[in-house]
């Protein structure tokens, strides 16, 4: 019965793994389905390195007098926080630089990202107007406001916007409501550059004597997200300079191309293959759980690279990829090295396996645990390819310590179940001074 189960055990993984690899790799479309199956690896993301991108610049302009020198600061703030800005809010392979000739140049590899990112910043001065009309002259502009950020009412808890305002805009501010009642509000509409539509509208119903306002509703129907972007159209309209868009959105060629990709994959398929082969020929039948388990983490890899929205597949996320498969390689020969020492001191198979396990199961632990709290403080330090490169690893890292301590585990102990003795099978000797403990 306990042969029967071990057997089972093995199947049961050996079929999770194939079953990953097969639906990472092929494709196929249902019967009467408008939406095809692409694959796991089909459905990653690509970065712009394989399928480029579109780009768009901004032209930073003064506001007001400025030397040349306070304009040059201006420009660097303005990059700083719309660099900073793109990364908050999630857009991890969005790219921000600033150009010779002193441009914001952003660039995405995704259409849908890049139109998230150009409304995100939008285009022009902040202008808050009385009227609907886009020819009506602006009451306050982007230099009255000090600071614009999403919060929650601490009586109502109900979501909105804080704006700040300087001295001047809070006496205009004063001056526009003062007269205002519930059966006679003071429309403010705000408007970016030489926009013609205003992205927002409020009315205000009475006196306002602070220097904020905070735009919320009484029901509570707008949400954090709301908040956030309305917050975030306030401060972009009021940076240090002005950002307009220089020329219309253009396309960007991918740097690699599809060629590439195919040859990268082929050069990790390769790889993943030569060590699975060193497996097999070092280790023997015991190296076949190995083979398993590698191949549980291939699939297990590509699932989670088209699953997690945050990973692209550019070079580096390949990369890290590959340096992911040398990682649980190398924790594989740690435990099975551990596991051949025992035995050589004379431990039956199965209690090498036994012992093997407890004595490099720490070790693996470290190694797998540190390398995914490094390249998570990676991730959140550092910028481009090694931001991605570090994504990949915190993935790699943790799925190599599942695999190994749990699927390797279960399939080691369930083939010593089959061969409880014989470390021959496993490519395992002793020195013939050694006699096996009883």
């Known amino acids: 019965m306990e042969k029967k189960k071990a057997i089972a055990k093995i199947v049961l993984i050996s079929l999770l793994a194939v079953l990953l690899i097969v639906f990472s790799i092929i494709s196929f479309m249902p019967a009467g389905s408008l939406n095809g199956f692409a694959g796991f690896a089909g459905a990653i993301e690509k970065g712009m390195d394989f399928e480029?991108?579109?780009?768009?610049?901004?032209?930073?302009?003064?506001?007001?007098?400025?030397?040349?020198?306070?304009?040059?600061?201006?420009?660097?703030?303005?990059?700083?926080?719309?660099?900073s800005l793109i990364e908050q809010k999630g857009y991890e392979d969005a790219r921000v630089y600033l150009t010779s000739d002193?441009?914001?140049?952003?660039?995405?590899?995704?259409?849908?990202?890049?139109?998230?990112?150009?409304?995100l910043i939008g285009s022009g001065e902040l202008k808050i107007k009385t009227s609907a009309s886009a020819d009506a002259e602006a009451v306050l502009v982007g230099s009255n406001v000090t600071?614009?950020?999403?919060?929650q009412d601490p009586t109502?808890?109900?979501?909105?916007?804080?704006?700040?305002?300087?001295?001047?805009?809070?006496?205009?501010?004063?001056?526009?409501?003062?007269?205002?009642?519930?059966?006679?509000?003071?429309?403010?509409?705000?408007?970016?550059?030489?926009?013609?539509?205003?992205?927002?509208?409020?009315?205000?119903?009475?006196?306002?004597t602070n220097s904020f306002l905070f735009i919320s509703t009484s029901t509570g129907s707008m949400t954090s997200t709301e908040a956030v972007n309305l917050a975030i159209q306030v401060q972009t309209g009021s940076y240090d300079t002005i950002l307009t868009i220089n020329g219309s959105v253009g396309e960007i060629s991918p740097s690699a191309g599809n060629e590439a990709l195919l040859g990268?994959?082929?050069?990790?398929?390769?790889?993943?293959l030569l060590i699975m082969v060193v497996f097999a020929i070092v280790y023997r039948e015991f190296g076949l759980m190995a083979i398993v388990s590698i191949l549980l983490y291939i699939g297990a890899v590509i699932f989670f690279m088209q699953a997690v929205p945050i990973i692209t597949l550019s070079s580096a996320s390949l990369g890290g990829a590959l340096v992911g498969l040398i990682l649980i390689a190398a924790l594989h020969f740690i435990l099975f090295e551990k596991i051949r020492a025992e035995y050589a001191l004379g431990k039956k198979l199965n209690v090498s396996i036994?012992?093997?396990?407890?004595?490099?199961?720490?070790?693996?632990?470290?190694?797998?645990?540190?390398?995914?709290?490094?390249?998570?403080?990676?991730?959140?330090?550092?910028?481009?390819?090694?931001?991605?490169?570090?994504?990949?690893?915190?993935?790699?890292?943790?799925?190599?310590?599942?695999?190994?301590l749990f699927f390797t585990y279960h399939l080691n102990k369930s083939y010593s179940a089959l061969n409880p003795e014989n470390g021959n099978r496993a490519n395992f000797s002793r020195e013939e001074e050694v006699d096996e403990i009883q």
């Not at 590899?109 to 150009?118: E, H, K, T």
């Not at 600071?147 to 919060?151: E, P």
């Not at 540190?370 to 991730?379: E, G, S």
């Open 354 to 404: 036994k012992t093997g396990y407890k004595k490099s199961a720490a070790i693996i632990a470290e190694i797998g645990g540190a390398l995914a709290i490094i390249f998570t403080v990676a991730y959140f330090i550092c910028t481009g390819a090694m931001k991605s490169f570090s994504m990949i690893m915190i993935v790699c890292s943790l799925l190599s310590l599942l695999i190994t």
């Open 52 to 83: 480029g991108g579109i780009y768009a610049n901004y032209t930073p302009s003064k506001i007001g007098e400025m030397t040349d020198e306070e304009f040059q600061e201006a420009i660097n703030s303005t990059y700083d926080r719309v660099s």
């Open 102 to 119: 002193n441009k914001i140049r952003i660039e995405s590899p995704n259409q849908d990202d890049a139109a998230s990112i150009l409304a």
């Open 147 to 151: 600071s614009a950020f999403a919060m």
């Open 156 to 208: 109502t808890y109900y979501w909105g916007t804080y704006i700040g305002f300087d001295e001047e805009g809070s006496e205009i501010l004063s001056d526009l409501t003062e007269d205002a009642t519930s059966s006679s509000p003071v429309y403010l509409y705000f408007y970016r550059g030489d926009s013609t539509s205003y992205f927002f509208y409020l009315p205000i119903s009475s006196h306002v």
């Open 264 to 272: 990268l994959s082929i050069a990790a398929g390769v790889a993943a």
